[in-house]
């Protein structure tokens, strides 16, 4: 696997209103990492992605990805954006809105699709256990199964990187804990970071833990503790890990 790592971000700083929302961010995203970003709402988390994306410009700094400007390095992305931002009510079926992750700019939604990109639908799917889905609206799937028809479209794409916006948001604790299994299982191929409200999650589940409040600090998962989320939340924070060799309290 190549040493130069998927993203960098040197200096990073951006202003909104008069406010610095992003204060001089620094870190490396490896290959084949599987991140998770935490941080008390307002941190600028969102924000962060879409400057690592290319989507919002910063004040200062610099940021590459695939060793390329973010305009270019995205295109070997999938971003799969917080679920609240996408209507359920849009009367599309599954397997069309996967198909949307395939198409290419200036290509028509009338044009037929190649024999490649009927393959990508098809694999992105089954690799979210969703083939079944294919015919269903997307108004008539529950709140998982939502979620990863949207992981499925961002698959689509044929990413070696995966960013995914709060994932697990209105999903019931048994669907956030399959949520992440399925992330996990996608790590095996591709660099996974994602920004999760679900502490014991992500310390069960991530490698790497990126603790932002305007700042950011990265930190081993394993060695992620009570104090280190206290300091990041501003208060005391309890989280559980349910595999027999860690408990924070």
């Known amino acids: 696997m190549s040493l130069m790592p998927v993203m960098e971000c040197t200096g990073i700083s951006l202003y909104r209103n008069g406010y610095k929302v992003l204060d001089d961010v620094n ?3 490896s ?12 941190a600028g988390k ?17 940021v ?3 060793g ?58 089954e690799a979210c256990g969703i083939a079944h889905l294919s015919k269903r ?24 990187l995966l960013i995914l916006d709060e994932p697990t948001a209105n999903i019931d604790p048994s669907g956030q804990e399959a949520l992440f299994d399925l992330l996990a299982e996608l790590n095996r191929r591709m660099t996974i970071l994602v920004v999760s409200h679900d502490l014991g999650l992500t310390t069960r589940y991530a490698r790497t833990v990126w603790c932002l409040n305007r700042s950011l600090c990265s ?20 989280v559980i890990d349910h595999r027999p060799d860690r408990r924070l309290a």
């Open 137 to 160: 609206r997307i108004d008539s799937l529950s709140g998982g199964e939502v979620q990863r028809a949207l992981i499925a479209r961002a698959l689509a794409v044929g990413p070696q």
């Open 46 to 62: 969102t924000t962060l992605l879409k400057v690592l994306l290319g989507l919002l410009e910063a004040d200062a700094g610099e």
């Open 68 to 125: 390329e400007p973010p305009r270019i390095g995205r295109l070997r992305a999938g971003y799969v954006p917080q679920s609240g931002r996408f209507d359920t009510r849009f009367p599309v079926c599954v397997g069309e809105l996967v198909a949307h992750g395939t198409l290419a700019d200036g290509w028509p939604m009338w044009r037929r699709r190649t024999a490649s990109q009927e393959a990508a639908i098809t694999q992105s799917l």
């Open 64 to 66: 590459s990805l695939f």
């Open 27 to 29: 870190v490396r995203l």
């Open 219 to 238: 930190h081993q998962a394993v060695d992620v503790s009570a104090e280190t989320l206290a300091a990041l939340y501003g208060y005391p924070v309890r």
């Open 31 to 42: 290959a084949g990492d599987f991140v998770a970003m935490v941080g008390p709402n307002g």
